[in-house]
């Protein structure tokens, strides 16, 4: 004899599913060791960025340390490929969500993990008419 399962015991189901299941993601990230995650240096000058091809590894925790050697403020400004990350502190992104600003002389750190493979296009937005752009590779 076959049972049918009713609309409202399959929503509940689901939703404990769902719920579980973020449970789990959330998790992770106490268990991630920040202190060994690969550091990406990246510096921001006039009007370059240094390394012009950034090559990260997908699933691997990674902190890009972004320092602004310049005396004007740069920002890394990745808007593809921050849709495609898991950033440990979003606010690092502020509102925007599609790049972080650096001050002149000053340096920020922002810790994520790549999810996706690909080819992103990375530009300063103040600066990339005068050709401070580079490409960050996922792997």
Known sequence: MR??????TLFVLTL???????AAAQALWPTISWSKADVVPVEMGEYAF???HIMLRRGVPTRLHLVNS???IHDFTAPEFFKTVE?????VVGSSTIGVSVAPHEEKDVEL???L???FRLICSDHDWAGMTAEIVGE
């Open 16 to 22: 404990l599913a769902f719920a579980a299941c973020c």
């Open 117 to 119: 493979p690909g080819h």
């Open 70 to 72: 310049g005396t004007e």
């Open 113 to 115: 993990i790549a999810t």
């Open 87 to 91: 950033l440990r502190t979003p606010a």
């Open 3 to 8: 049972q049918n399962i009713g609309p409202r």
């Open 50 to 52: 240094r390394p012009g």
